[in-house]
């Protein structure tokens, strides 16, 4: 299955006019567990916009892992956090020093088992208004939630001489200096509720944004009540989103949109992608559930995205395997293209849509094998120009086979040169 926080979740900010420089130097990367090496590993675009590399590489070779989710720190190197078989949870961050255009990672550091739990069902990783690493996770036996997050900054006191301008005497002048924490991690704290997955989203004005389903298939949010919170009783309580006439939710997928309002994607048991926003912006409002087209097959899975020009693209797959699109036109208007074609699978498939250096979509497809039949591969294609209605013919394959579960991430540390 895929855990798509990074290519579901992309920032605000699309590749379109104005786009920040580090997105032309930026590589796609997938993160995966690896069920032929038993390894976490990660291929990567060798230069922006690709070819990919041709083999896998292991992120670590000490830890049989079995889930893990993929984010950015807060200076652009890639982050991953995974569940260690029969452990507890790991982070593994790229290291600072990538020189030689060789991927370097640094050792995984061991978070613990959440409250004792030595195995979750669901990961989800975002960074806060700071640029820190925040992970949730969800027990499998449990249910319970749970969340911890690297520490913030300290801010000290410290002595420093100094020579005045027009004289000769040193003076000493206490300043306050900004210096790491002295334990980088805190504890799992855990956040009241159950649930059987979640997704983390960081909203517009910086605060996180967690959504939710349950064992009942509600689907839940609740929100950081300020940007920087440190404590559980800093989050809203659980809202229910779902109500009768949506029906119970079997899939949910949020993105921030382009003009700063957390979009929330989901598939009902109707089979149908409904969706709601916040308006404005960054508030607890959110309107009425809304529909932007209809499959008379039903839809089993759907991934959001943001195009060349900031608006946003769903696609989904339906009951007999075709893949589709919709594409926002005119997001004040919530207009959109409608449901289009562009593909179809042999199985069932988990999508991930991001972005290459260039702003086009890259589109990843994970077949779902049945039980018995192994363990399905991945394959992506590209738009074939920025905005663009049409797609690569050719799907280019990753994976053969083996991947159990995987991510993508934008990799914004130089490419070889």
Known sequence: MANTEAAAVPSAEAPGAGQPPFFELSRLMVVAVDTSTSFLSYKAQTKPNGPWEANWTPIDKK??????????????????????????????DESTDQSGGIERWNAPVLLGSPGGNTNVVSLSMARDVDGRVEIFAVAASTGTIWWIYQNPDQIVE??????PPGTTTPITVKVQERVPPATPWSGWQQIPGGLISIKACRQGDGRIALFGINSNNNLYRCVQANATTLKVGDWSQWVQMDDALTGKILY?????GPMGALHLFAINTNKQVIHTLQRPAATDTWTPWLRNGFSRTGFNMVAP?????????????????????NTQTNPAALAWTGWQDIANS????QLALDYNADGRLALFSHWLLP?????????????????????????????????QQYSVVRDLTPPAS
């Open 63 to 92: 830890y049989i892992y079995t889930l893990a989710t993929s984010g950015l720190t807060k200076d652009g190197r890639v982050a991953v956090a995974g569940q260690i078989q029969g452990g507890g949870i790991a982070y593994i």
């Open 346 to 349: 042999s199985w069932p498939v």
């Open 371 to 403: 039980p018995g039949s192994g363990i399905g591969g991945l394959w992506t294609i590209s738009q074939a120009a920025i905005d663009s209605t049409e797609w690569e013919l050719e799907w280019t394959q990753l994976a053969a086979s083996s991947i």
């Open 252 to 256: 949910m997928a949020p993105v921030v």
């Open 305 to 325: 995205g943001l195009d060349g020009n900031g608006h946003l693209m769903l696609v989904a797959a339906d009951a007999t395997n075709v893949i589709s699109a």
């Open 158 to 163: 410290k002595d420093v001489t100094i020579t």
